[in-house]
C-alpha cells in the first residue's frame, strides 16, 4: 500500500494584488504630478486672456499668442540667450566629459578615487554654494560677468552630469569587443571611430539631453554669473512680480515639444541600435 499522504495546512501567504496596485497608484501619481502642471501650460498657451497676462480664468480657444510667440523683444532675446548658451554648453560638455567618462569607466589611474569624489561633490553640491562660489571666482579674476560667465557656469556643473551618465554606458561595454577588432588589424583611433563611440552614442545623446535640461532651466546659478544678461528663467522669474506674458506658456510649450521630438528620436534610433 502506497503511504499515506502527509497533511500540510493551507500556507496564508499575503496576496500580492494589493501590493501592486498600491505601486501602480503610487507610479501613476507621481506621473501625474509632473505632467500636469506641463498639461495645464500647454492648454492655457491656448487661451484668449483679454489683458495680455496668463490667468486662470478660461476666455476661449486662440492662435493669437503663438501668431505673436516673439512679440516681446526682451523675452525673444532671453531664450535666445538661453538657446546660444544650452547649445554651446552642452557641445562643451559633452567633448570635455565624454574622453573623462571612457578613462574613469575603463581604466584604472592615479587619482581616479579623488576624481570620483569630485564628481559626486560636482552632483551634490547646492546651487547656491556653486553659484556664490562661481561669483567669487569670476570677481577675483576681474571677468566681467555676462555670456561669457553664463557658458563657464553651465559647463561647470554639466560636465559631472555628462560624466555620470556616459560612464554608465562605458561600464556595461564587453572590453572583448576591442579585443577583438584589434585582434583584425584595427588601430585605436578605428576601434573607437567604428566600435566604442557607436556603442556609447545612446549614452551620449542621453548626457546631451541632460545637460542642455539643465541649462535651459536654470535660475540659480545663472542668477549669480549673468550680470546684465538675461535668460529665458530669469525673465520669466521677473516677470512673475508683475504678471506672466501668455508668450512664455508658448515658447515653454515649444521647448516642451522639442524636447520631446529629441527624445523621441533617441528612442527610435536605440531601438533600430538594438535590432541590428
Known sequence: MPPPERFSPPVHRPSRAWGQALLQAYTWLLIALVLVPIAVMVVYSFNHTPNGRVTLFWHGFTLFWYAHAFGIADLTSALLHSLEIGFASTAI???????MALAMGRWRFRGKAMSD???????AAPSVVVGASLLSFFIALNVPQGLLTILIAHVAFELAFVVAVVRARVSGLDRLIDRAAADLGATPWQIFRHVTFPLILPGVVAAGALAFGLSIDDVIITNFVAGPKLTFPLWVYGAVKIGIPPQVFVLSTLIFLGGLLLAAANWVYSRRRAVV
Open 93 to 99: 560638455a559633452l567633448l570635455l566629459g565624454t574622453p
Open 117 to 123: 569624489l569630485l564628481v559626486f561633490i560636482d552632483i
